[in-house]
């Protein structure tokens, strides 16, 4: 009973360093999302996947790099981190596939990242 | 574009009174709207959904309607309780698989 599974919980670095946030998805879902959630702006958009094999950028995709490994996996990649990158990162998925949004996203427990 | 405004909190409120999140959206087309709670140190989990116009979510004693006429999604309920203390976040989806989100409004309940 997995659900979105995101590694690590935590973690701190220093700027200039590159990490990767793994996320997997259990529920054989064709889209996966990245989210980063600030204090009083909500959630913004990073990265999407609508399929295996594709990628678009969401909102806020500068400094970011992703991978869709396969169906399961969504990869989120910090090349050089900035203080500015601190923040709570969710990576999601949803069934959706096209069309309208009509299906709800389902949401891993959340990486806080910290840049210093 | 597409968007989603929703009250600023934090809301504070005595356990057993009555709980309405103001939510309003913009968006072309027929999105479907969702509110979603989030409990300290946890990942979003979704609350209720309406996936057209005069649609009512419903669960665990809260309600949304999905008013087109006045684009807005307000979440109510009738008897708020100390457990239902969280961040509250409207959003709505829309073509592409995208999903747009509100800044979020914290509910404090105190006994």
Same mark, same amino acid.
């Given at each position: 009973?997995?659900?979105?599974?995101?590694?690590?919980?935590?973690?701190? !670095?220093?700027?200039?360093? %590159?990490?990767?946030?793994?996320?997997?998805?259990?529920?054989?879902?064709?889209?996966? /999302?990245?989210?980063? *959630?600030?204090?009083?702006?909500?959630?913004?958009?990073? /990265? /999407?996947?609508?399929?295996?094999?594709?990628?678009?950028?969401?909102?806020?995709?500068?400094?970011? &790099?992703?991978?869709?490994? &396969?169906?399961?996996?969504?990869?989120?990649?910090?090349?050089?981190?900035? @203080?500015? *990158?601190?923040?709570?990162?969710?990576?999601?998925? %949803?069934?959706?596939?096209?069309?309208?949004?009509?299906?709800?996203?389902?949401? +891993?427990?959340?990486?806080?990242?910290?840049?210093? | 574009?597409?968007?989603?405004? *929703?009250? =600023?909190? @934090?809301?504070?409120?005595?356990?057993?009174?009555?709980?309405?999140?103001?939510?309003?959206?913009?968006?072309?087309?027929? @999105? %479907? !709207?969702?509110? /979603?709670?989030?409990?300290?140190?946890?990942?979003?989990?979704?609350?209720?959904?309406?996936?057209?116009?005069?649609?009512?979510?419903?669960?665990?004693? #809260?309600?949304?309607?999905?008013?087109?006429?006045?684009?807005? #999604?307000?979440? =109510?309920?009738?008897?708020?309780?100390?457990?239902? %203390?969280?961040?509250?976040?409207?959003?709505? +989806?829309?073509?592409?698989?995208?999903?747009?989100?509100?800044?979020?409004?914290? !509910?404090?309940?105190? @006994?």
């Amino acid at each position: 009973n997995a659900g979105v599974t995101q590694t690590p919980k935590f973690q701190v !670095l220093k700027t200039g360093q %590159s990490m990767t946030l793994q996320c997997a998805q259990d529920m054989n879902h064709n889209s996966m /999302y990245w989210y980063r *959630q600030d204090p009083g702006m909500g959630l913004r958009l990073i /990265y /999407y996947s609508a399929s295996e094999g594709t990628t678009d950028k969401g909102e806020v995709p500068n400094g970011y &790099n992703v991978s869709r490994l &396969n169906k399961r996996e969504f990869s989120l990649r910090l090349e050089s981190a900035a @203080p500015s *990158q601190t923040s709570v990162y969710f990576c999601a998925s %949803s069934p959706l596939r096209g069309g309208v949004g009509n299906t709800e996203a389902f949401f +891993g427990q959340g990486t806080r990242l910290t840049v210093v | 574009g597409n968007s989603v405004t *929703q009250m =600023e909190g @934090p809301v504070t409120l005595s356990e057993e009174a009555f709980l309405t999140i103001n939510c309003t959206y913009t968006a072309t087309g027929y @999105p %479907s !709207l969702f509110w /979603y709670v989030q409990y300290p140190g946890e990942g979003l989990q979704l609350l209720l959904k309406a996936t057209k116009a005069d649609d009512k979510g419903s669960n665990k004693g #809260f309600e949304a309607t999905y008013r087109k006429e006045t684009t807005s #999604f307000h979440l =109510e309920k009738g008897s708020v309780q100390v457990s239902d %203390s969280a961040v509250y976040f409207c959003a709505l +989806g829309y073509n592409f698989n995208k999903f747009y989100f509100g800044s979020g409004t914290k !509910l404090n309940v105190k @006994p």
